[in-house]
């Protein structure tokens, strides 16, 4: 297997040279006087014209460490249904980012759910897009990538954010959790935002339940609440209280069209 996981989407989701991509950063990352510590974020995964200010925002606004866990959904639904990358690293546009070894296999070790699989990674963007804003936060960083398949009241994303928290307080990592996921998927505008506000209202409460209720009986398309739901879970297994907005924003904002997708950026502490 090749140990090094190459770019699938440089070129469409965001720009496929390192001087391009390197621009788009300076122009949409924020100066921000003093950082905050987080110990879970959400950020969205859509092309960088769309989502990517949205997710500078968070990632200018949070103090990066040195081990980032990032957990996307599975997409196109290949290979385990809960993945852990086996890769040495990621590369990207920018280089390639190391992934923390160590922390993935005691990750693995803790859960009896995930598993290393190379294969549910080979086409995903869900986590590949988040990789040059960490890079660009913390060029030293290295990351865990998480693949995730399910239905929202699979019991497997709680005992999954267990797991995380374990290892970061066994290791004694200074480490933040992503949750990659847009919002609402194509739907009017004001439609996509009233379903958005419940969804954040639950998550920035850190109420999992009310999360998959209100996912389940609003029909809320985000297509990450699986990472949501365990960022929940390990941020609040690491005493993390409560969640803030950032940045709310649609597809609309650069398109014009009244059909939208929406993307949130939240910090978790």
Same mark, same amino acid.
């Given at each position: ?6 770019? !699938? ?54 103090? !990066? ?10 997409? +196109?639904? #290949? %290979? ?9 690293? #990621? ?20 859960? +009896? ?6 294969? $549910? ?31 929202? +009241?699979?019991? $497997? ?14 290791? %004694?990592?200074?480490?933040? !959790? ?51 739901? !365990? $960022?929940?879970? $390990?941020?609040?297994?690491? %005493? ?21 997708? %929406? ?7």
């Amino acid at each position: 297997m090749e140990r090094i996981r190459r770019p !699938v989407v440089a070129g469409s989701f965001y720009p496929g040279s390192a001087r391009e991509l390197k621009s788009f950063l300076a122009s949409v990352f924020c100066p921000v006087p003093e950082k905050v510590k987080a110990v879970a974020v959400v950020s969205p995964h859509a092309g960088y014209v769309y989502s990517g200010r949205t997710a500078a925002e968070v990632f200018s606004k949070v103090v !990066v460490p040195e081990t980032v866990v990032v957990a996307g959904p599975n997409h +196109r639904g #290949w %290979g385990e249904p809960y993945a852990v990358s086996p890769h040495d690293g #990621w590369q990207t546009p920018l280089g390639v980012i190391p992934v923390d070894r160590e922390f993935a296999a005691l990750l693995c070790e803790k859960s +009896r759910f995930l598993k290393p699989d190379a294969f $549910a990674f080979a086409a995903e963007h869900s986590i590949e897009v988040q990789l040059p804003f960490i890079q660009h936060a913390n060029p030293s960083a290295s990351v865990v990538a998480i693949c995730l398949q399910g239905t929202p +009241r699979d019991p $497997a994303f709680e005992e999954i954010g267990a797991a995380i928290a374990a290892v970061i307080r066994e290791k %004694g990592a200074d480490a933040l !959790v992503v949750a990659s996921s847009d919002m609402t998927h194509y739907e009017p505008r004001r439609s996509a935002e009233r379903k958005d506000r419940a969804a954040l209202d639950a998550i920035c409460g850190l109420d999992s339940r009310l999360l998959v209720e209100r996912v389940e009986e609003m029909d809320i398309s985000m297509c990450g609440f699986a990472p949501v739901l !365990v $960022a929940i879970a $390990a941020a609040k297994a690491l %005493g993390a209280k409560a969640g803030e907005t950032v940045m709310y924003a649609t597809s609309g904002d650069v398109t014009g069209d009244d059909e939208v997708v %929406g993307y949130a950026g939240v910090l978790i502490r």
